[in-house]
T-cell receptor, first 115, second 111 residues
Framework: GAGVSQTPSNKVTEKGKYVELRCDPI?????LYWYRQSLGQGPEFLIY????????DSGLPNDRFFAVRPEGSVSTLKIQRTERGDSAVYLC?????????????FGPGTRLTVL | KQEVTQIPAALSVPEGENLVLNCSFT??????LQWFRQDPGKGLTSLLL?????REQTSGRLNASLDKSSGRSTLYIAASQPGDSATYLC??????????FGSGTRLQVQP
């Protein structure tokens, strides 16, 4: 079956611009996660959704970052007034539920470059 | 705060060798531990998931063990192949559902 998909695969933008990154989870997965990975590091948690609601957004670095999942499926990560330090690979994952022990499945990521 | 350390950061071995990758963590109160593989420029592929009540999991040439009391997990790769070359990441679920990752071990298997 289809895995987690993310679009675009690459995004180049200028400092100060607004960007949206999209994640399509595995069908039937109720939990969705966003992570950010800088070069040479492991992914760092940003936010996770159970259904339509953000169950934990403690990893969002500041109020320029926001994410939505209005219908409990596709999610969009939104970054306002982008800064060069936002450049990273943004990874999305989904799991069947958010219960402990549920395996997370990752998408290929969106590489964001802020010039 | 949970900290996850992976040693070594990089490893180069000749084809056919058996090898061990290490992952250590500071807080033993974990729900599960996952090992992932990441190829350059790609996303993460889940290899093995060990629940907190389990001691090990096996898949093909891979075996992962978990010792919560000592805060350690190891990933054992038997008879390594050039196709195993990738970065291997361990990640913990501490009950927050979000995973806490190590920085990974970059493995190169020489033909």
């Amino acid at each position: 079956g289809a895995g987690v998909s993310q679009t675009p695969s690459n995004k180049v933008t200028e400092k100060g611009k607004y960007v949206e990154l999209r994640c399509d989870p595995i069908s039937g997965h109720t939990a969705l996660y966003w992570y950010r990975q800088s070069l040479g590091q492991g992914p760092e948690f940003l936010i996770y959704f159970q259904g339509t609601g953000a169950a934990d957004d403690s990893g969002l670095p500041n109020d320029r970052f926001f994410a939505v999942r209005p219908e409990g499926s596709v999610s969009t990560l939104k970054i306002q007034r982008t800064e060069r330090g936002d450049s990273a690979v943004y990874l999305c994952a989904s799991s069947l539920t958010s219960g402990s022990g549920n395996e997370q499945f990752f998408g290929p990521g969106t590489r964001l470059t802020v010039l | 705060k949970q900290e996850v350390t992976q040693i070594p950061a990089a490893l180069s071995v000749p084809e056919g060798e058996n090898l061990v990758l290490n992952c250590s963590f500071t807080d033993s109160a974990i729900y599960n531990l996952q090992w992932f593989r990441q190829d350059p420029g790609k996303g993460l592929t889940s290899l093995l998931l060990i629940q907190s009540s389990q001691r090990e999991q096996t898949s093909g040439r891979l075996n992962a063990s978990l010792d919560k009391s000592s805060g350690r997990s190891t990933l054992y790769i038997a008879a390594s192949q050039p196709g195993d070359s990738a970065t291997y990441l361990c990640a913990l679920d501490t009950g927050r559902r979000a995973l806490t990752f190590g920085s990974g071990t970059r493995l190169q298997v020489q033909p």
